[in-house]
């Protein structure tokens, strides 16, 4: 009962928040599950002449749906959802999909369900893994979807994945560099000219654990001529489940054609492997994110408590924090600049549940 109640949230969610998009055109974000499982969907450009039946270009993200997950050997680590995702299979989630784009169409019109039997399926453009961890490549999951969709993956989620002889393309994501500031030098095939995609990284994290996937996308239709002035910009949204550094962001601001952020998604709880590590780095550090990339929108990812065993599980720490929660900490060692960021910036705090969508204005 709880899986078909988020599943027609969904539906609904995706609905509403396609028609409003497509009026002012621009990207929705949908959470799949409470943890991390993402869809981006991005509005192709005017002037471009999408797939038959097509408004959106959709990039699915990180998907673990159901089922369990472990890394290494399910007594060493075995986690399953505490909240039921949105969606329970690849499938149902590309009928949510081919819902949606009906009743932007016509609003569930003859003619839009005409155009519907026209689409392509699936309607899952492309799928792209931030990590090599279960919890963000699950195989389950990922076999459920069509071997044709074109997969963008970090170099050891790309190398397991490929040793399932399931998917045909598989793309490792280059890292965004110093030495190339040119987002559209990241859009490689089979990605459209306008999406690029690339890693933000930092030098003292062998594992890349705290890095971060960057989508880089221009709407403006004619982005191929745009220079690299102050009037020729792309947008970005950031993807950081596990958190990354501030000073690791700092590079965004180099970029040429400039690089605004439109939303950073990075965690608000703290999770400490025992005194060991910081495994995923919360809010506090989130703010200091927000403010070196100057993001719209931050919205909390990688945040569900969820159910688990194994012997690792007692030595994991959690810490639940809010955005208040360290806004009234910056606020005690430095209030001025804290009070400038929060309300002169207006930045949007956001934690969506299973099943939200977020239209990105």
Wanted: hydrophobic fraction near 40%.
């Amino acid at each position: 009962m709880a899986s078909e109640e988020a599943s027609h949230q969904l539906q609904q969610e995706l609905r509403d928040s396609v028609n409003r998009a497509m009026k002012i055109h621009r990207p929705v974000l949908t959470q799949l599950n409470a943890d991390t499982s993402w869809l981006l969907q991005l509005p192709y450009p005017d002037g471009l002449s999408p797939p038959s039946g097509r408004s959106f270009y959709n990039i699915l993200i990180d998907p673990w749906l159901s089922g369990l997950q472990s890394d290494f050997a399910s007594w060493f680590s075995t986690q399953w959802h505490a909240i039921p995702s949105s969606v329970q299979t690849i499938a149902e989630l590309d009928e949510q999909l081919d819902e949606a784009e009906i009743s932007d169409s016509a609003n569930g019109s003859s003619d839009a369900k005409d155009e519907s039997k026209k689409r392509r399926r699936p309607l899952i453009d492309l799928v792209v893994i931030s990590h090599e961890f279960t919890d963000h490549m699950h195989q389950p999951t990922l076999l459920e979807i069509d071997p044709n969709i074109p997969v963008f993956a970090t170099q050891k989620a790309a190398d397991s994945m490929r040793s399932w002889n399931h998917f045909t393309s598989i793309s490792v994501v280059n890292h965004f560099s110093a030495k190339d500031l040119d987002w559209r030098h990241t859009s490689i095939n089979p990605l459209p000219e306008w999406i690029g995609i690339s890693r933000l990284v930092t030098s003292w994290d062998p594992m890349y654990l705290h890095s971060a996937i960057l989508f880089t996308f221009s709407l403006d239709p004619e982005y191929k001529k745009q220079g690299t002035g102050d009037e020729s910009y792309a947008e970005a949204i950031i993807y950081t489940p596990h958190g990354i550094l501030a000073r690791d962001l700092k590079l965004l601001s180099q970029a040429a054609p400039s690089i605004r952020t439109l939303a950073l998604l990075h965690d608000y709880n703290e999770v400490d492997l025992s005194i060991l590590t910081r495994l995923n780095l919360g809010i506090h550090n989130g703010l200091k994110a927000q403010r070196a990339c100057k993001a719209k929108y931050y919205i909390g990812t990688h945040d569900e408590a969820k159910e688990g065993k194994g012997i690792l599980l007692p030595f994991l720490r959690r810490k639940e924090l809010t955005a208040q929660d360290a806004i009234e900490k910056e606020q005690e060692e430095n209030a001025n600049a804290v009070n400038h960021f929060v309300h002169e910036e207006n930045t949007k705090f956001l934690a969506l549940a299973s099943g939200e969508s977020l239209l990105l204005e």
